[in-house]
């Protein structure tokens, strides 16, 4: 449908702004109210989006929150953020009227990096997050849900798989200026749930299955820079931070308050730029470029070499428009995406209240973290089998990755078996085995409750396999080690897609091995001679 001509602001002020106080219901009979006024016929709107699309030029917001229903557990637990703390408040909130954006200081290459990493490890927490989202959706008619309930939700999982692949590409992005800045690659995080100082108060990140609740918190995390969002119930700000001053000088990095995406990016893009400015573009980029992921390798369009200040605002660029979207249009943005699901959610949960698209879920571990306090823990033993393979496959994709950005003395044939593995593994094991985890019980703890990836964080250092030779070993003898564990699982009752995983992970493992066969029979070429 063509857009009308935009009424006068004057015109829509006292309708549009009685609109962003409105729940859904209450918009939708409003929509029908209102039909016959002049001045709505005069819009040629008809539905609840394009109010608010024309809410959003008018005044650079959505329509308000509603309260979120509760999830049904118990005590709360790891992965889980604690309920209650933003219940009843409207989506919007601002202090004082305005929201502040304060700019942040790089004034040295560590400052710089610290923030790179802050960026890696955000970027890392959203791909965990939507995929326990997306892993968390049930998957057929047997689960209690319709045939046209269950098309709906393969459409949203679709959109959230779209989502879930460019946060990857965003990753590999802001790897890529980490590199091109001489630093190492940062695949590390706390555990989940990440409540803490380490990041602003009030950016939060946990594991929370798909539902209104799920989704205001995705929005609240992806939202445009400057529009005055508040996050989903129970994401309240936690603790206080003592972000860098200009008056407080360090040699070392610390801590800075940014408030959302595009802000902390907007930030790195400022301090390239202060720091090219200051110490000139050779001196700021001293990454090699031949370290650089790219679209020959990894197949995204967007994915560009970062080697100098225009390239890496040019990777800026692509991760805040793909996420926030451009400077005032978001529709086609991570958010938009979200704000788009969302409201086709509540359509559905308003036809049917009983709706309830997503597996009882619970974040779990294996073994209590170092790092996160009120674990849940597995009692089920096939569940923990599973949880444990999952959990093997996640290290391993990182590994991978690592071993990618860091190395050394690799063939281009063997950085192309590199990346091919990191994103086989991706779409060929995580996603599949995935959904098989959030289908089996936790325990006898948790009675009704089925198991979530925690995508456990073990040892960090286990990810950085410095040596070339022993990288690939190592690498080879892991994916076999999993081929193998899903050989036994899918002797198991209700397993038989482990055989298709054992199937993939030894094709994997056999590229590898190729590579190390053929590096061998040049040496042995190389010492004849």
Known sequence: MAMMPMPATSTWDAPMKLLATLTVAAVTKAIAAMRNMAW???TGIR?????????????????????????ASGARV???????????????????????????????????????????????GLLCEYMYAQFSLKRSTAEGIAPEQLARIQAWETSIIDVVKQEMLHLALATNILTAVGA??????????????WYPPDVQIALVPFGERALRHFMFLERPEGMPLLDAEGFGTVGAMQPLTVDDPQITAGPEEWHTVGHLYRGIEAGLTHLVNRFGESAVFIGPAKAQATTEVFEWPELTAVTDLASASAAIEVIVEQGEGARGDWVKSHFG????????????????????????????????????????????????????LFNAVYEVILQVQSRYFVHHGETPEELETLAKTAKHLMNWVMRKLGPVLTSLPIGP?????????????????????????????????????????????AREPGLGIMTELEGN????????GQQLAARARSSTGVART
Not at 184 to 197: C, G, T
Not at 351 to 372: G, I, W
């Open 40 to 42: 709505w016929k005069s």
């Open 337 to 388: 995406k979200f704000v788009g699901i969302l409201e086709d959610f509540l359509a559905v949960r308003a036809a049917d209240p009983t709706f309830e698209p997503a597996r009882p879920v619970l974040p779990v571990f294996l073994r209590e973290p170092p790092d996160v306090d009120q674990v849940a823990l597995i009692d089920d033993p096939l569940t923990k089998r599973v949880a444990d």
């Open 78 to 124: 790891a992965g889980e953020a604690p309920p209650g703390q933003n219940a009843h408040m409207p989506v919007f909130g601002t202090t004082n009227g305005q929201t502040l954006e304060p700019p942040l200081r790089v004034e040295s290459r560590e400052e710089l990096v610290y923030l790179l990493g802050e960026a890696c490890e955000l970027e890392h």
């Open 184 to 197: 190492a690659p940062h695949f590390e995080r706390p555990n989940f749930p990440i409540l803490s100082r």
């Open 505 to 512: 992970l030894r094709g994997m493992a056999g590229d590898l």
């Open 445 to 489: 703890a948790f009675p009704g409750r089925t198991a979530g990836p925690a995508f456990e964080i073990v040892r960090p250092a286990f990810f950085i396999l410095p040596h070339r030779e022993a990288a690939w070993k190592i690498l080879h003898e892991r994916l076999e080690t999993l081929a193998g564990v899903c050989a036994e699982l």
């Open 47 to 71: 539905s609840f989006s394009a109010i608010a699309r024309q809410i959003q030029r008018v005044f650079g917001r959505l329509p308000a929150n509603r309260p979120a229903a509760r999830q």
